[in-house]
T-cell receptor, first 112, second 115 residues
C-alpha cells in the first residue's frame, strides 16, 4: 500500500529537549516536504526536498532542520524545541504533477 | 500576508443540497489550484484540481470553478453527503519549473453536512 509514515504520532516534550520526527514514503517519490498546521493559518511549509541531498527552506523554517540522505526518508529535527513549535506536523511526498501531494497522518507535538 | 484565503471558517449544509466552498488568491503567478480534504486524525488527501487554462473541472459530485479575472475559485459538492463532513483546504501552486512542487494553502473551511 502506498503511504507516507510519520513517527511519533503524538509527543509531549519540554523546552530545549532535542527531538526528531521521522517520515518515510514507499512510493519512490523524489519530492518530500514538511508542513505545520495551526488554527486559522492552514498548512505552512517548513522545508522541502527535491531529491536526495537537495533541501530548501519553506515559509517557516526557523527552529527546524531536515536532512535527505535517502530517497525514502525525510526526518524533521527540532534541535531546541520551544512552546511556539507546538503544532500538528505533516510530512508529504509527490512523484510528479504539480502539487498533488500524499500526506502522512500527522504528528501532534506539544512543547511545554 | 496570506496569498490564499478561505474567508469562511465553517459551512453547514443539509444532506442532499449543494455545498459551495470558496477560495480567493492574490498571486497572479499561481498556475495550478487544488482542493484537499481532511478528516480528523488523518492527513489531507487530494480531492480535485484545476489548471489555469481551464475554468471548470468536474469529478463525480465535485466540481471546481476558476475565475482568473476575479482570482477566485470555488468547490461545488452536489449532492452533499454526511461523509463529506471534513475540513477542506484550497491550495495554489506556481509553475513547477519555478516553484518545484511548492503549494500555498488556505486556512481551511470546516464543512458539516447534516442528515
Amino acid at each position: 500500500e502506498a503511504q507516507v509514515t510519520q513517527n511519533p504520532r503524538y509527543l509531549i516534550t519540554v523546552t530545549g529537549k532535542k527531538l526528531t520526527v521521522t517520515c518515510s514514503q514507499n512510493m519512490n517519490h523524489e519530492y518530500m516536504s514538511w508542513y505545520r498546521q495551526d488554527p486559522g493559518l492552514g498548512l505552512r511549509q517548513i522545508y522541502y526536498s527535491m531529491n536526495v541531498e537537495v533541501t530548501d527552506k519553506g515559509d517557516v523554517p526557523e527552529g527546524y532542520k531536515v536532512s535527505r540522505k535517502e530517497k525514502r526518508n525525510f526526518p524533521l529535527i527540532l534541535e531546541s524545541p520551544s512552546p511556539n513549535q507546538t503544532s500538528l506536523y505533516f510530512c508529504a511526498s509527490s512523484g510528479g504533477g504539480p502539487g498533488e501531494l500524499f500526506f502522512g497522518e500527522g504528528s501532534r507535538l506539544t512543547v511545554l | 500576508d496570506q496569498q490564499v484565503k478561505q474567508n469562511s471558517p465553517s459551512l453547514s449544509v443539509q444532506e442532499g443540497r449543494i455545498s459551495i466552498l470558496n477560495c480567493d488568491y492574490t498571486n497572479s503567478m499561481f498556475d495550478y489550484f487544488l482542493w484537499y480534504k481532511k478528516y480528523p486524525a488523518e492527513g489531507p488527501t487530494f480531492l480535485i484540481s484545476i489548471s489555469s487554462i481551464k475554468d471548470k473541472n468536474e469529478d463525480g459530485r465535485f466540481t471546481v470553478f476558476l475565475n482568473k479575472s476575479a482570482k477566485h475559485l470555488s468547490l461545488h459538492i452536489v449532492p452533499s453527503q454526511p461523509g463529506d463532513s471534513a475540513v477542506y483546504f484550497c491550495a495554489a501552486s506556481g509553475k513547477a519549473s519555478e516553484y518545484g512542487n511548492k503549494l500555498v494553502f488556505g486556512a481551511g473551511t470546516i464543512l458539516r453536512v447534516k442528515s
